[in-house]
């Protein structure tokens, strides 16, 4: 078996054969439309860099602070939360608001949430105050943001997760960025919280650093963020009340980025920062079958919004040109079309080929993945990575990796079917059913 | 005894007022004073009301303290005996000294301690509250009782009375802390540093690194907007994670030192004293009232009182088996001379003379000491015996010498006081060498009796 995976390794290298070019030219078709990509946010990692050394690093003004917690039932975890945000370094005011939805289910979280009233009261600390808004009747993620919205007196408004926790100079380096005028949004790098607990969590932390901690920075650097993510977005508020707070639906998260860009042809100097520096951790699913299952919610939801909600106003004139494109690129083509591609192509090759050729084809598509991916985490760890302790352990997943994204990918194809052909968007726990089915699309 | 009755009942004030027969008004105390009359009781009218604590306070000091003084209009102190008309005033005062009558003694020669039972004897069901006074010693006072005293700095002589059992407790009103030097309730706490006792400490935030342990200021760690160890340079992110607070969040400027909780001690405003809390006397404040027994007390005939006494130190046998004892013990030295006795008899001679020129309190104590003297002379084998006519009979089996007496007499003269008025005190004893050949118990002790030296 090994030979003949061999051989047909080798006949790869050096055939010459019609078809077998066609194969070799769309072998390297999948391979190197990420490449360059892959090149762009690497472009964009040293870029990242080179502007962090320069950056002015001071706090000229201290603006309040709004950060809504959107709390579940989360239970204790979201003491650890509230903790996080009370002894932040930011010297300013910092209005914790906590939202609890569906109060009479969540009882357990509301009485975390009222406990740590007091500690932040025993504090004695006059620039943090804490308010708690218990939702009795649920009414979803959104429901509690807005209601956040509509209280909070921050100049500066954080969207954040019950069970997400924060450095404690997380405030401290977002504020920063507003600073300037332009920077209307600043998204967060989130970190995983439980990575030691299994492989699944190794591989998902290890995907959280790939594509957030070091693809987002890249991207970023050329003005590109695709997505302020839900569990940890933070805005400028007037920007909030412009658009009037978000949208009832799943995948809050992106509906209010994609409402947010529609200003940028307007507005062409408007721009969403990601920072690197501004960390959260948050926890992910334990096991791949929670891992696999939330992503088919995830990337169902993605397609619901860009697929079919805002179809339409995918445009230049609406986003700006490196927005349009990167929109297309990023979020139509590598999460929307490449899994389907990457699915059909995997059946078809070995529908037409045998299969040690198939493998060996593969095997070639592996190594240049793994020769990616050492280099792109090697630029991360040297360039970017606060916490080189931790992260160095990930090179010895890389030879793993490949099979685990290669996997997701295909989970993707079956979400975004799915999505498709059940409108599996409108059967989300993120909110009440008929809070959904209110929704118009 | 003597006891003076009042005719007129006197009224301060500048008002006309319709003048029953047996009123006289007065625009001020020292005019009362220069007439010379003798008040039935007092009476003060709404005019008065504004000056009616000067004019109280002058009645409860003066030799009339016991008499009622009402008011016209509803005035809150307990030093009144509240708000009635002027007939219904000159009824309960009438009243007051039929109750008088029922004691029989002078009212002249009383102790505070006395003053304040008759005081209570003649107003039914009357309960002493303790008021509260902000810059009084230990904020509550008893004004009657202070009135009352001989010396106003000296109140706790109504706590005698209470173990007496002639006033009690009734109920709680007040728990005070007192300065354990000066009694003083003015006291105030400060937080100090635990071991260097410095005032100067602060509430500071710690920070506990959990790479090297290190505990210390957030201060120390604070880097710009970062936290880091000062001690082993860890950079400290998430709260939980790289480091926590410590229970301690003191420290003391003038020593360092870094704990939990700072020591609270207490500082005396009067005296200065500072100490530990747990230091302070606790005070309790009641509300007092006289018991039935201190009503009795009173109407009891005092020299019984007094007799009764030498009870708190004297086990009596009766009279009866006293005398089966004696007769029984004649019995045995006839037949055996070695059973060697005496008896004593003791007659308290002027117990009304002590009371009258001591008072019933002094009294009390005078022979209280008595008692516990000759108690002491006393073997543990004697046996006591008392009759009605307050003599004591005391049997001391196994007695030869003769020096009962003396010791007495001269114990006696240790205790005597100084005045004019002595204790009279008879010593007569007989022992079993002196026995004539016929005597029984009852002829002995009568033949005791009789004899006069």
């Known amino acids: ?441 | 005894m003597s006891l003076k009755i009042g005719n007129a009942l006197v009224i301060f004030s500048n008002k006309k007022i319709d003048l029953l027969d047996s009123c006289k008004v007065f625009s001020s105390w020292d005019s009362f004073l220069e007439s010379k009359i003798d008040p039935l009781g007092f009476f003060i009218a709404s005019d008065f009301s504004d000056v009616h604590i000067d004019i109280v306070k002058y009645i409860r000091s003066s030799k009339w303290w016991y008499k009622f003084c009402f008011s016209e209009e509803d005035i809150g102190n307990q030093l009144l005996d509240g708000q009635v008309n002027l007939v219904q005033a000159i009824d309960r005062c009438k009243l007051a000294e039929e109750k008088l009558q029922k004691l029989t003694f002078s009212l002249d020669t009383l102790a505070s301690s006395e003053k304040l039972l008759v005081y209570l004897f003649l107003r039914d069901n009357f309960e002493i509250f303790p008021e509260f006074k902000p810059d009084a010693k230990m904020l509550y006072t008893y004004p009657i009782i202070e009135c009352l005293s001989e010396d106003k700095n000296d109140i706790d002589w109504y706590k005698e009375l209470i173990r007496r059992n002639v006033l009690k407790y009734n109920k709680l009103v007040d728990r005070v802390r007192l300065c354990n030097k000066c009694s003083s309730a003015h006291i105030y706490f400060v937080d100090v540093c635990p071991n260097c006792k410095s005032l100067d400490i602060k509430r500071t935030r710690m920070i506990h690194c959990f790479e090297c342990g290190y505990i210390g200021s957030q201060e120390e760690f604070s880097k710009g907007y970062d936290q880091i160890c000062p001690k082993c340079s860890a950079h400290l992110k998430h709260i939980g994670v790289d480091y926590d607070l410590p229970t301690a969040q003191y420290s003391c400027n003038n020593c360092g030192f870094i704990f939990d909780e700072p020591e609270t001690i207490y500082r005396c405003i009067t005296c200065g004293e500072q100490g530990n809390p747990d230091r302070l006397m606790v005070q309790e404040f009641y509300s007092i009232i006289m018991t039935l027994y201190g009503h009795e007390w009173l109407l009891f005939e005092q020299k019984k009182i007094v007799f009764s006494i030498l009870n708190e130190s004297f086990k009596y046998v009766s009279l009866e088996y006293f005398q089966l004892v004696l007769s029984w013990f004649i019995k045995l030295y006839r037949r055996d001379n070695n059973f060697a006795f005496a008896l004593l008899l003791l007659k308290l001679q002027n117990i009304e003379e002590i009371i009258e020129y001591y008072g019933i309190s002094k009294s009390l104590d005078i022979y209280r000491e008595l008692a516990k003297r000759i108690s002491e002379i006393l073997r543990n084998t004697d046996i006591v015996c008392r009759d009605d006519k307050y003599k004591l009979w005391i049997f001391m089996p196994a007695t030869y010498k003769k020096g009962v007496c003396k010791r007495i007499s001269e114990t006696l003269e240790s205790i005597q006081p100084n005045n004019d008025v002595k204790i009279k005190l008879l010593t007569n004893v007989i022992y079993s060498s002196e026995l004539i050949d016929e005597s029984n118990a009852e002829t002995l002790m009568k033949q005791l009796d009789l004899r006069n030296d």
């Not at chain 1, 209307?184 to 901690?213: C, D």
């Not at chain 1, 707070?245 to 409402?259: C, K, N």
């Not at chain 1, 619901?304 to 990023?330: E, Q």
Request: charged fraction near 15%; hydrophobic fraction near 50%; proline fraction near 3%.
């Open chain 1, 1 to 441: 078996m090994i030979d003949s995976i061999y051989l047909a390794f080798l006949s790869i290298i050096n055939s010459h054969n019609s078809l077998l070019t066609f194969i070799l030219m769309f072998t390297p078709f999948v391979v190197f439309f990420e490449g360059p990509l892959l090149l762009f946010t690497i472009f964009g990692l040293f870029r990242f860099a080179n502007d962090y050394l320069k950056q002015d690093s001071s706090l000229i003004r201290l603006p309040i602070v709004s950060c809504c917690i959107t709390c579940y039932s989360e239970g204790n975890s979201v003491i650890n939360t509230i903790k996080s945000l009370t002894f932040q370094t930011y010297p300013g005011l910092i209005e914790i608001i906590a939202v609890v939805d569906g109060a009479i289910q969540n009882k357990e979280t509301l009485i975390a949430v009222k406990n740590c009233s007091k500690f932040v009261e025993g504090m004695n600390m006059n620039n943090r105050r804490l308010v708690v808004i218990p939702k009795w009747q649920r009414g979803g993620r959104v429901s509690s943001l807005n209601a956040a919205l509509k209280v909070a007196q921050g100049e500066v408004f954080m969207a954040l997760d019950g069970d997400t926790s924060f450095d404690n100079n997380m405030v401290v380096n977002a504020v920063k960025h507003f600073n300037d005028k332009n920077v209307i949004a600043v998204s967060g790098n989130l970190r995983v919280r439980n990575a030691s607990k299994s492989l699944a969590t190794r591989f998902q932390a290890l995907e959280y650093i790939l594509s957030i901690s070091a693809g987002k920075t890249g991207l970023s650097a050329f003005g590109i963020v695709n997505n302020i993510s839900g569990a940890f977005g933070i805005f400028r508020k007037k920007i909030l009340d412009l658009v009037g707070g978000w949208d009832t639906g799943t995948a809050e998260d992106f509906d209010i980025t994609t409402r947010i860009k529609q200003y940028f042809g307007r507005n062409k100097n408007w721009r969403i920062v990601f920072d690197p520096y501004v960390v959260g951790h948050t926890d992910v699913p334990e096991t791949f079958l929670g891992y696999f299952t939330q992503r088919l919610r995830w990337e169902g939801d993605l397609f619901y919004l860009i697929g079919r909600k805002y179809l339409d106003n995918i445009k230049p004139g609406l986003l700006n040109w490196a927005n349009y494109f990167s929109t297309v690129i990023i979020t139509y083509f590598m999460q929307i079309i490449l899994p389907f591609v990457i699915t059909f192509y995997t059946v078809y090759l070995f529908y037409v080929f045998p299969g040690a050729y198939v493998i060996a084809l593969f095997f070639i598509v592996y190594l240049f993945y793994v020769f990616a991916l050492f280099i792109y985490l090697l630029l991360y760890v040297l360039l970017i990575s606060d916490r080189l302790k931790e992260d160095i352990i990930y090179f010895f997943y890389i030879p793993l990796f490949p099979f685990f994204a290669f996997a997701s990918r295909i989970n993707a194809a079956f979400a975004i079917a799915h999505s498709v052909l059940n409108k599996s968007h409108l059967d989300s726990n993120m909110a009440p059913w008929w809070v959904l089915r209110r929704g118009r699309f």
